[in-house]
């Protein structure tokens, strides 16, 4: 079958800036696919082109097998957005906000409130649903604004854009919707998002792509991307000044080194035979380490290594 979302050479320009230069996506079916970047970087203009609320100047993409710009309401059919805000009505309970966005997709007054029961329960509203919205915690707003997007028919939605679903949300409310997507991902919705939150991106991705100056700088799965571009690190604290002498005698030259502190960086694979190894080498008399720490590389150190020199392009 063909990917969820492809696009190629995606070029968007407002007034002098390039927000998008040539970005090229592949997305295949079924998989949470996490788009990184800092501010500025393309990120939601790139939501907005495959949602097919704004047109690039250059390039192509289809997503669910529908070109976004010759066919913008086969697309629609076939997606659901959710912004970074949740749109609900506070005047309305959760069951009503549900009922209201069932009837103005097309289904029936009976077919909406089956369906609307059958998502609030899905998300774990039903006891909330005869509660106004207003009342709601940000969490409970954000997965009411999830099931919104899904009121119609299951399997009607291929594809959800998430464009920083979780930001300004508490950790418990944060978990909850990580919980939600990934029951999302595994009945077969395509999962598009966007996020400022590198540990929200390493635990929900199948893949990523990291966004700089409106280009993708790298991709691939989380495990890969930390392999490629970041290290684990062993940091060891000398016992005194002599021993932080012997121990920088004893590493490489791709050891760190912070005298003040008297601390070293050295590089590892992260395993404990390769730790134990590296401490017996470094310090044979067991004197002069007074501790040590494992650093495990970590998608904050990707995104730096990656995004260091590319400044925001547009906010």
Avoid: C
């Avoid at 390039?18 to 800092?38: C, I, M, N, S």
């Avoid at 969490?139 to 464009?163: E, I």
């Avoid at 590089?267 to 008399?285: K, Y």
């Amino acid at each position: 079958m063909p990917p969820a979302i492809e696009a190629t050479g995606l070029t968007k320009t407002y007034g002098d800036v390039r927000v998008l230069d040539a970005l090229d996506l592949h997305v295949p079916r079924g998989t949470v696919f996490a788009l990184l970047g800092p501010n500025g970087a393309g990120k939601t203009t790139t939501v907005r082109i495959l949602s097919t609320l704004t047109t690039p100047d250059a390039g192509h993409a289809r997503v669910a097998g529908h070109d976004v710009v010759t066919a913008r309401s086969r697309v629609r059919r076939a997606i659901s957005l959710t912004g970074q805000f949740a749109a609900v009505d506070e005047t309305q309970t959760g069951a009503e906000n549900l009922w209201t966005a069932a009837r103005l997709s097309g289904l029936s007054r009976p077919a909406a409130a089956r369906r609307a029961a059958e998502l609030l329960d899905r998300f774990g509203l039903t006891e909330a649903g005869g509660r106004l919205t207003k009342t709601y915690s940000g969490g409970m707003r954000r997965r009411l604004d999830l099931a919104a997007g899904l009121v119609r028919d299951p399997g009607a939605t291929q594809v959800m854009f998430l464009d920083e679903p979780t930001t300004g949300l508490d950790p418990r409310s944060r978990r909850e919707l990580w919980q939600a997507v990934r029951e999302l991902s595994d009945a077969g919705t395509t999962v598009f998002l966007t996020t400022q939150y590198l540990e929200e991106a390493d635990r929900l991705a199948d893949r990523i792509a990291v966004l700089g100056l409106g280009r993708t700088l790298a991709e691939g799965t989380p495990a890969e991307l930390k392999a490629r571009y970041a290290a684990h690190r062993l940091d060891v604290v000398a016992s005194d000044e002599q021993s932080y002498v012997r121990l920088t005698e004893r590493t490489s030259p791709a050891a760190t080194r912070d005298p003040e502190t008297r601390t070293l960086g050295v590089p590892t694979d992260g395993s404990a035979a390769h730790v134990r190894e590296l401490l017996d080498t470094l310090d044979p008399g067991r004197r002069d380490i007074a501790r040590f720490g494992l650093h495990t590389a970590t998608l904050d150190d990707v995104f730096l290594t990656l995004t260091a020199d590319k400044e925001p392009s547009r906010v």
